[in-house]
């Protein structure tokens, strides 16, 4: 019996989608500002009582982080594709062994990534610009982020597993107790209370391992209480492997391309001075708040195309979808209008400076024109992700941010002096290109003959 039902393949009453797709995607919302809340504006306000160099290596770490768990997002992508396909095609024994790969993938990860990590740690931190004592206290938190690694690649993973199955629930239950977890012990590891010693910068890094490793044990747990990972003799297999890296590889590689073209992008912003920069990262900080419900809905239409493919029901696939992009439509273009309609408000909820407040128009009216098209792309690029078609949103990617949103911002904004708004506006240009691109297969794609 599949852990959390498939509607029928006839049902394809819009009602009933639109339920199923806001059944997936809001829990998977609430989870991903959990987790963001955790990992970037507890830990920030904490150490942030430290001293600057503190908060510069959270932020320096963290940066690498991010960079280095791309993959294991990538892979993560490959693990819930194959569940929800196997889901789909009520084919439990298919099911577990995608999971028990989804583990083998977890341990490798861990060894090969959390390895380089340890040994490269020094040189990438050199090599952004670490120094003295904010080198020391960036290698101090990345050495324990390093060991503890394991608590970060199976929480993500078995998040992946519970997506496959359509269950969304669960992964926001166990975010919910890690948040708990991590500010219990936060306060008192970072700042040496409660007869614990003083540990600094490195209390953050052990608060969030050793939080994340409980919701990664509690996930596991409740994936084998509820037969996800099948029966004793149910085994991994190479095939499944193969299937998994082949989702998961384009979709990894494709997170990798996005951060550097970020860092690209960044330094082109930073070249028109601090308070288009500072301008910039508030901007990024606003978006993110209207960027999390196209990331739930996204990962929602992964799901549903991956259960629908495996159960053969190629137009309930195309049906969901239609609602997915409505709904993600709907709520981002919520976003826009307010971006547009109260652009100094919202930069003035971070800074009172009047150099970056004087950039508050062209800022938040590109955010706002940005949303539409964004979650466009986004939806598509995650109906693409069920389909296993992630080279093509890689090569989305890669012409959206590469080809249009980099040589626009460069020789626009730069080279012909026509300032940071044109640098802006290239973010639209480039998420128009994604949209039309992956909007384009998934309408060309034939789903009915599509074998995972």
Same mark, same amino acid.
């Given at each position: 019996?599949?852990?959390?039902?498939?509607?029928?393949?006839?049902?394809?009453?819009?009602?009933?989608?639109?339920?199923?797709?806001?059944?997936?995607?809001?829990?998977?919302?609430?989870?991903?500002?959990?987790?963001?809340?955790?990992?970037?504006? /507890?830990?920030?306000?904490?150490?942030?009582?430290?001293?600057?160099?503190?908060?510069?290596?959270?932020?320096?770490?963290?940066?690498?982080?991010?960079?280095?768990?791309?993959?294991?997002?990538?892979?993560?992508?490959? +693990?819930?594709? $194959?569940?929800?396909?196997?889901?789909?095609?009520?084919?439990?024994?298919?099911?577990?062994?995608?999971?028990?790969?989804?583990?083998? =993938?977890?341990?490798?990860?861990?060894?090969? %990534?959390?390895?380089?990590?340890?040994?490269?740690?020094?040189?990438?931190?050199?090599? $952004?610009?670490?120094?003295?004592?904010?080198?020391?206290?960036?290698?101090?938190?990345?050495?324990?982020?390093?060991?503890? &690694?394991?608590?970060?690649?199976?929480?993500?993973?078995?998040?992946?597993?519970?997506? !496959?199955?359509?269950?969304?629930?669960?992964?926001?239950?166990?975010?919910?107790?890690?948040?708990? =977890?991590?500010?219990?012990?936060? &306060?008192?590891?970072?700042?040496?209370?409660?007869?614990?010693?003083?540990?600094? +910068?490195?209390?953050?890094?052990?608060?969030?391992?050793?939080?994340?490793?409980?919701?990664?044990?509690? %996930?596991?747990?409740?994936? &084998?209480?509820?037969?996800?990972?099948?029966?004793? *003799?149910?085994?991994?297999?190479? *095939?499944?492997?193969?299937?998994?890296?082949?989702?998961?590889?384009?979709? @990894?590689?494709?997170?990798?391309?996005?951060?550097?073209?970020?860092?690209?992008?960044?330094?082109?912003? =930073?070249?028109?001075?601090?308070?288009?920069?500072?301008?910039?990262?508030?901007?990024?900080?606003? *978006?993110?708040?209207?960027?999390?419900?196209?990331?739930?809905?996204?990962?929602?239409?992964?799901?549903? +195309?991956?259960?629908? =493919?495996?159960?053969?029901?190629?137009?309930? @696939?195309?049906?969901?979808?239609?609602?997915?992009?409505?709904?993600?439509?709907?709520?981002?273009? +919520?976003?826009?209008?307010?971006?547009?309609?109260?652009?100094?408000?919202?930069?003035?909820?971070?800074?009172?400076?009047?150099?970056?407040?004087?950039?508050?128009?062209?800022?938040?009216?590109?955010?706002?024109?940005?949303?539409?098209?964004?979650?466009?792309?986004?939806?598509?690029?995650?109906?693409?992700?069920?389909?296993?078609?992630?080279?093509?949103?890689?090569? @989305?990617? /890669?012409?959206? !941010?590469?080809?249009?949103?980099?040589?626009?911002?460069? &020789?626009?904004?730069?080279?012909?002096? $026509?300032?940071?708004?044109?640098?802006?506006?290239?973010?639209?240009?480039?998420?128009?290109?994604?949209?039309?691109?992956?909007?384009?297969?998934?309408?060309?794609?034939?789903?009915?003959?599509?074998?995972?």
């Amino acid at each position: 019996m599949p852990v959390c039902p498939l509607p029928t393949p006839e049902s394809t009453d819009s009602r009933q989608l639109r339920r199923d797709v806001l059944r997936l995607a809001l829990p998977i919302v609430g989870s991903d500002l959990l987790q963001r809340g955790v990992n970037n504006l /507890v830990d920030a306000i904490l150490v942030g009582r430290l001293g600057a160099a503190d908060l510069a290596a959270l932020g320096l770490s963290q940066l690498l982080l991010m960079f280095v768990m791309s993959l294991v997002y990538g892979l993560g992508v490959g +693990v819930t594709v $194959m569940v929800a396909y196997h889901t789909g095609a009520a084919d439990e024994r298919r099911r577990a062994s995608a999971a028990r790969t989804g583990l083998v =993938i977890g341990v490798a990860a861990t060894l090969l %990534l959390g390895g380089a990590g340890i040994a490269l740690s020094r040189s990438v931190a050199v090599f $952004m610009g670490a120094s003295g004592h904010l080198l020391d206290l960036t290698l101090e938190y990345l050495r324990l982020t390093w060991y503890l &690694f394991a608590s970060y690649v199976f929480l993500h993973v078995a998040s992946s597993l519970f997506q !496959g199955v359509g269950d969304t629930r669960t992964p926001l239950r166990a975010m919910v107790g890690v948040n708990l =977890i991590h500010l219990l012990l936060a &306060f008192p590891l970072i700042f040496g209370l409660l007869g614990f010693p003083r540990f600094g +910068v490195v209390g953050a890094a052990l608060a969030s391992g050793l939080s994340e490793g409980a919701g990664a044990v509690w %996930l596991l747990w409740q994936a &084998f209480r509820r037969g996800i990972f099948g029966r004793r *003799e149910d085994r991994w297999t190479a *095939e499944e492997l193969a299937r998994i890296l082949r989702v998961g590889l384009p979709a @990894a590689a494709e997170r990798l391309l996005t951060h550097g073209m970020q860092l690209v992008y960044a330094r082109i912003v =930073i070249g028109f001075g601090v308070a288009a920069y500072a301008a910039h990262q508030v901007g990024l900080s606003i *978006e993110s708040m209207s960027f999390l419900p196209g990331l739930g809905f996204a990962k929602a239409a992964t799901t549903l +195309v991956g259960q629908r =493919i495996g159960a053969r029901d190629p137009e309930g @696939a195309r049906a969901s979808i239609r609602q997915a992009n409505l709904l993600g439509l709907g709520v981002m273009s +919520v976003w826009g209008t307010a971006f547009v309609l109260f652009p100094s408000i919202w930069v003035s909820l971070f800074t009172g400076d009047p150099a970056v407040l004087g950039y508050s128009v062209s800022l938040m009216t590109c955010l706002g024109l940005l949303q539409p098209p964004l979650a466009i792309a986004m939806v598509m690029s995650g109906a693409l992700r069920g389909a296993g078609e992630t080279q093509v949103v890689l090569l @989305a990617a /890669v012409v959206g !941010g590469w080809l249009v949103r980099l040589p626009i911002s460069y &020789f626009g904004g730069v080279v012909m002096e $026509m300032g940071m708004t044109l640098v802006w506006a290239s973010m639209i240009l480039d998420w128009i290109v994604r949209g039309l691109i992956v909007s384009w297969r998934f309408r060309r794609l034939s789903l009915g003959s599509v074998r995972l």
